[in-house]
């Protein structure tokens, strides 16, 4: 436990020196018009660059990754509840799959998982 405290504390004071080392290398930089414009061969933009996106496209990619991180969360869970002799594993397996199904009811409701409306 002492050495946990003493590693904590470095990394703390670590921590501390690093962002004030930041902070002096920041206040150094100055700010200027020419510093924060878009850059295209010295000349300004002629035409606006950035190209429309679909905002159904973002959310339905944000929810897939979502509920792909879940379900990569659930593949060690079966080994649990093979190597468990309690029912612990199983019901703790059982409310994240009911978290996890009425999550996806509800985004079903909302009308975000319509990729057409």
């Known amino acids: ?3 946990f405290i003493i590693y904590l504390t470095i990394l ?3 921590n501390i020196i ?3 080392v930041g902070m002096f290398i920041h206040s150094r930089s100055y700010k200027d ?3 924060n414009s878009p850059f295209e061969c010295g000349f300004d933009p002629s035409v606006y660059t950035r190209a ?3 905002m159904r496209f973002f959310l339905l990619a944000v929810i897939f990754l979502i509920f ?3 379900i990569i969360l659930l593949m060690p869970l079966t ?3 093979m190597n468990s002799n309690s029912h612990w594993p199983l019901t703790g ?3 994240f799959l009911m978290i996890l199904l009425l999550g996806l009811i509800h985004e079903w409701n909302q009308g975000s998982l319509n990729w057409m409306k």
């Open 1 to 3: 436990m002492l050495s």
């Open 79 to 81: 080994m649990n509840i």
């Open 12 to 14: 703390t004071f670590l």
């Open 93 to 95: 397996s059982m409310i």
């Open 52 to 54: 429309p996106f679909s």
């Open 68 to 70: 792909d991180v879940e």
């Open 33 to 35: 018009r020419e510093k």
């Open 18 to 20: 690093l962002l004030t």
